[in-house]
């Protein structure tokens, strides 16, 4: 439960030093640097392990994910320099619901009505948040839930690549390919940063780095049903992160919806972990 509110507050200092220094540097090369120093940061694995144990026979399946992965990074980054912090934390919530969107139409997997309940009031929330007929629904806001469908899409394929890969190895390739296509994106607005710039760009690849291992170890560590809600706490920090650092107050329909889709996230989460237990279950059986 404590390493799920410091990935939270870990993963809001970052994306705090992503607008930060959006100011003078173009989110897309932002998103280069975070690959980067992502990589640096993996390297003492090398001297650990060794290369034999990143070897693998689904380069492909690793090149597709990396792609995705720099894809959705370009996409929240810049999403986070056009509207507020509390709106993007609340309708990344979507990830969930496109995860299990994805998992039925790509792997196959059987959806009954407890679920597509919950996926209807998911995207509800979504409804509530941006309020299309009613105001302009802002490009920002649609580059999240395009960054969000994006990420669903790798978790899917880590899924895939988990039956034959370690974790350490779809981390490395992920980060590997994502970074020529951040380049590409990165070399058309390219401003060598400065050295005050490099240090934050440093913090915002470590931050990243740290966040990734709170979670993954959180969900190791303890059951989904006892530190997802905890995961709600990204809003609550997003919030007071805009308002102390940039002076924004989130709307209530920001609050009300990034609570719903929330909620119905969670539920598809604990859904799912209990679903396959009872197949574990049956397995051994």
């Known amino acids: 439960m404590i390493l799920m509110v410091l990935g939270g507050l870990s993963g809001q200092v970052m994306v705090v030093l992503v607008r930060q220094v959006s100011v003078e ?47 959705v990074g370009l996409a929240f980054f810049m999403a986070l320099t056009l509207i507020s912090l509390a709106k993007v934390s609340a309708l990344s919530f979507t990830a969930p619901l496109f995860t299990t969107v994805l998992a039925v139409l790509v792997m196959g997997e059987t959806i009954r009505l407890r679920r597509i309940a ?8 979504t409804w509530v948040i941006l309020r299309p007929g009613f105001v302009d629904v802002e490009p920002g806001s649609l580059m999240v839930l395009a960054g969000s469908a994006g990420f669903a899409a790798t978790m899917i394929l880590a899924k895939m690549l988990t039956r034959t890969e370690s974790s350490i190895a779809i981390t490395l390739y992920s980060t590997l390919f994502s970074i020529p296509v951040a380049l590409a994106a990165a070399i058309p607005v390219w401003r060598a940063p400065t050295g005050e710039e490099l240090a934050w760009l440093a913090g915002i ?14 969900i190791k560590e303890a059951e989904l049903t006892a530190i997802l809600p905890l995961d709600f706490n990204r809003l609550i920090w997003a919030s007071l992160a805009g308002y102390i650092f940039f002076a924004e107050i989130p709307g209530a329909w920001t609050w009300i919806g990034g ?15 209990e679903l396959s237990k009872e197949q574990s279950g049956e397995a051994a059986a």
């Open 25 to 71: 540097l173009h989110p897309f090369e932002i998103t280069l640097f975070r690959a980067v120093f992502g990589l640096l940061a993996l390297s003492p694995l090398f001297a650990r392990y060794g290369f034999a144990r990143f070897r693998t026979k689904r380069l492909g399946l690793h090149a597709l994910r990396g792609i995705l992965n720099a894809s």
């Open 118 to 125: 919950a996926l209807c009031v998911g995207f509800a929330g």
């Open 205 to 218: 690849g470590a931050f990243g780095t740290l966040t990734h291992l709170c979670f993954n170890q959180a």
């Open 259 to 273: 609570a719903i889709i929330f909620a119905s996230g969670t539920y598809l989460a604990v859904r799912e972990r």
